[in-house]
């Protein structure tokens, strides 16, 4: 069971758009985290959110927790050719001791 | 960064070969993980660790078999590899465990099973 569903799969822009990916649940999570990972290399945490409602900036990224804690999005304001790379949330909706969930991840490509 | 190691980086073997992966970290992290990534699955918890000798299972144990005798050792074993266990594997490590700890990652491990 895949409790974090991440949308889009794949996502292919020229630099200077905008893009948002999505994390989403039917679970309430305690906390979420996103992280980068680039190709040949493991992943990198970028930010945890805890807190419904709550909003982190990093320089062009902008990352939301829903109000429910069910849900979480990332946006890239003017995307680089330094952002490619796969984005992936995760978190735990187990209640007890953290067991880590990862989502299967949004592939981004940024074109010069 | 937190020194996490891996080794060996890339194995080719044959189905039905004991293999052992081995993690190293330099942190002195209580938890220690073993995913593994395959395409269209994203990262998979196999196993994991809180302390020396206690392990527990992930989501994908089947298969597969963990010790930690040292806190900066933490062995990963497929008694007997299959090809369906060509895959990805990353170690990673947080401090406490916690859902809000940062888990770092190892560099990698890439398995072909044949």
């Known amino acids: 069971t895949q409790l974090l569903e991440q949308s889009p799969q794949f996502l292919s822009i020229q630099e200077g758009e905008n893009l948002t990916v999505y994390c989403n649940s039917s679970?309430?999570?305690?906390?979420l985290q996103w992280y980068r990972q680039e190709p040949g290399e493991g992943p990198v945490l970028l930010v945890t959110v805890v807190t419904g409602g709550e909003v982190k900036k990093l320089k062009r990224l902008t990352f939301q927790f829903g109000d429910a804690r069910k849900d979480s999005s990332l946006h890239i304001t003017a995307a680089q050719p330094g952002d490619t790379g796969l984005y992936l949330c995760a978190g735990d909706a187990s209640g007890g001791s953290y067991i880590p969930t990862f989502g299967r991840g949004t592939s981004l490509i940024v074109h010069p | 960064d937190a020194g996490i190691t891996q080794s060996p980086r890339h194995k080719v073997t044959e189905t039905g070969t004991p293999v052992t992966l081995r993690c190293h970290q330099t942190?002195?992290?209580?938890?220690m993980y073993w995913y593994r990534q395959d395409p269209g699955h994203g990262l998979r918890l196999i196993h994991y660790?809180?302390?020396?000798?206690?392990?527990d299972k992930g989501e994908v144990s089947d298969g597969y078999s963990v010790s930690r005798s040292k806190t900066e050792d933490f062995l990963l074993t497929l008694e007997s590899a299959t090809s369906s266990q060509t895959s990805v594997y990353f170690c990673?490590?947080?401090?406490?465990?916690?859902?809000?700890?940062?888990?770092?990652f190892g560099p990698g491990t890439r398995l072909t099973v044949l």
């Open positions: 679970s309430v999570f305690s906390s």
């Open positions: 660790s809180y302390g020396v000798k206690d392990t």
């Open positions: 942190e002195n992290h209580r938890y």
């Open positions: 990673a490590t947080s401090p406490s465990g916690a859902s809000t700890d940062t888990q770092y």
